[in-house]
Every structure is written in C-alpha cells, then in structure tokens.
C-alpha cells in the first residue's frame, strides 16, 4: 500500500509505502458509526439542568378546594402537569453520556477510517510541516499553496510556530499523531500527514 507523497505546492512527487494493516483495511460503516457516536457522547461535558416539582418557583397553597368545584383536585402549582411547573424526570449535570469502546475496536476504527480516506484519494503524505515564524499570513500561504481548503494536518510532534500560525484559521487543525481522533478525520475534507506521523500511527496501532 502506497501514499500519495505531495511537495509543498500540492503536487504528487511519489508514494510512500505504509502498512496494509492501517491503510488498506475494508470499510466497516456500522463500526465507524459507533467510533464518532461514543467519540462524541464522551466529550459532552453534561452540564444542562432542569428543575424537579421542588425546585421551581411556587406557592404552596392549594389553588382550590378539593371537592365541588368540577374540576381535577390540585395540590399545587408546582405540578408537572401545569405551565412553569417542574419536570418529572429532570435532566442532572450528573448525568453520565460515556460509552464504552474496546480498545480493539478502537483501533480497527482508525484504520477503517484511514483506509478509506486513502482510497478516497482524501488523505497524503508531505515530508514535513514547518514555518519559520509565527504568523498566520505565512502559514496561510503555504495551504494555498497545498491547493487546499478545508484541511487536517498530522505531524509527530506539534512545532510552537505551527501551532501560533494555524490556530486562528478556520478550516485548518494541526494535531500531533497521539491526539488524532475519529470525528476530525472525518470532518475535513483532506488529511495531511508527515512522514514521521505515519511511522508513529503504524507503531500506535498494528
């Protein structure tokens, strides 16, 4: 299995070979589909609240009588069955959202998903990522140069420079290969990785 190998103005200048365990893997949907689901379920941070019958605002006179008046008998205004009253069954900050995925199935994910971004011509290789200063012109002029829009970059590890010039530009992420996750190499639509990001997911997960 080879990788497109692309110099610094988007153009192929060869191929780099890479393991048929990462990136030659069939396409597995259902797996894919619940790697993002718990990948997304883990990262909500469970903070919306919501008031119980005791909690709200009320009274606690009793709006009418009990008998005689026609009408369903009342305690209070703080019932869930009445407007501005509280919910029967609340949602907590204490919720907990994680699931639970092994870490075989985790890994057979990511290769899944990198298989087909390989063959989807979506994901290259480029020999490394750099800039010389700090700023988001320069590091903007070198993705244009990439002929690219909406693009992930993979390096081993994240240069100070790279990580000042691309954090303000809105459709650009630079990871390290240890922090690559499912939902971002879904979400843009090309994936350009270094060659030492490649060596150090194939050792990661085959």
Do not use: C
């Amino acid at each position: 299995m080879e990788l497109k190998l692309i110099d610094a103005k988007g153009q192929v200048s060869g191929g780099l070979s890479v393991s048929d365990a990462l990136f030659g893997r069939e396409y597995n949907e259902a797996l894919v589909h619940q790697l993002v689901n718990a990948f997304l379920a883990n990262a909500r941070s469970g903070n919306r609240a919501q008031k119980t019958r005791a909690e709200v605002k009320h009274s606690t006179k009793k709006p009418w009588r009990q008998k005689g008046t026609g009408r369903a008998r009342s305690g209070m205004t703080s019932s869930p069955l009445w407007r501005k009253g509280g919910r029967a069954f609340p949602n907590k900050p204490d919720e907990n959202f994680t699931q639970k995925v092994n870490r075989k199935m985790y890994r057979a994910g990511m290769a899944t998903i990198l298989s087909q971004l390989a063959r989807d011509e979506r994901l290259f290789a480029i020999e490394a990522l750099s800039v010389d200063t700090p700023k988001t012109k320069v590091f903007a002029e070198q993705v244009k140069n990439l002929g690219m829009e909406q693009v992930l970059f993979v390096t081993k590890q994240l240069d100070e420079n790279v990580y000042l010039a691309s954090r303000n530009l809105p459709n650009v992420l630079v990871l390290e290969a240890q922090q690559v996750d499912p939902y971002s190499l879904l979400r843009y639509k090309k994936v350009v990785m270094t060659k030492e990001a490649v060596a150090q997911l194939e050792e990661q997960w085959v």
